[in-house]
């Protein structure tokens, strides 16, 4: 009798042991959905990432999305790079101005001056114009980048880093879109695309 007890003891404990080592028929069903939609989403981001590939446009997907603003422009005059003389944001007033505050040692920086360069050279006849302010870098350092980069707008030098305090930013690369009337507009922080550009500024040249 002992050992029968004992016999029918150990394999109750089996069947209890089982009971809760082995899951739910549900919480299997759940796992298994939560390993296909983990592999779904890394499918869908290896073909959007072949995509922009193909499409030339990784770029777009990353930019940052301005926010609408609205103040007087400040009162800034920096020294342009080429000219020698010392210029301000009222000398442009009337157009749409593109303030961007940048540095050499900035990779986004460095990113997107071409986006910046190219919808400079698609939209300057509209009456629209970049000001590039380098943030706070000697003359001889930011003359010999912008030589290579063949930057076409004007090139400011701020080694005070007054153009940071007077748009209250400190983060590169940072923009501001200025409207004829001299109110700020638009404000960037971080890399911006040529699809951003198109879709927020252009309306502001095209007077929409």
Request: with cysteine.
């Amino acid at each position: 009798m002992g050992k029968r007890n004992n016999s029918r003891r150990r394999t109750n404990k089996k069947a209890e042991l089982k009971k809760k080592t082995v899951p739910p028929i549900g919480m299997i069903i759940v796992g298994v959905g939560i390993i296909l939609i983990g592999l779904a989403a890394l499918f869908a981001m290896q073909g959007n990432n072949d995509t922009a590939a193909n499409t030339g446009s990784a770029g777009e997907e990353y930019s940052s999305v301005p926010v609408p603003v609205e103040y007087n422009a400040p009162e800034l005059s920096r020294t342009n790079l080429a000219s020698g003389q010392e210029e301000s944001l009222a000398d442009y007033r009337g157009k749409i101005i593109l303030v961007n505050l940048w540095a050499t040692w900035c990779p986004p920086c460095k990113a997107e001056l071409p986006v910046l360069q190219g919808y400079y050279e698609n939209h300057a006849d509209e009456g629209f114009v970049i000001i590039g302010i380098d943030f706070g870098e000697p003359e001889d350092t930011v003359a010999s980048f912008i030589e290579n980069a063949r930057l076409t707008y004007p090139i400011w030098l701020d080694v005070e880093q007054k153009a940071g305090m007077a748009f209250n930013s400190y983060s590169l690369p940072a923009s501001f879109v200025i409207d004829r009337d001299g109110v700020v507009r638009l404000a960037w922080t971080g890399q911006i695309s040529n699809a951003m550009l198109e879709k927020h500024v252009t309306p502001l040249i095209q007077g929409n």
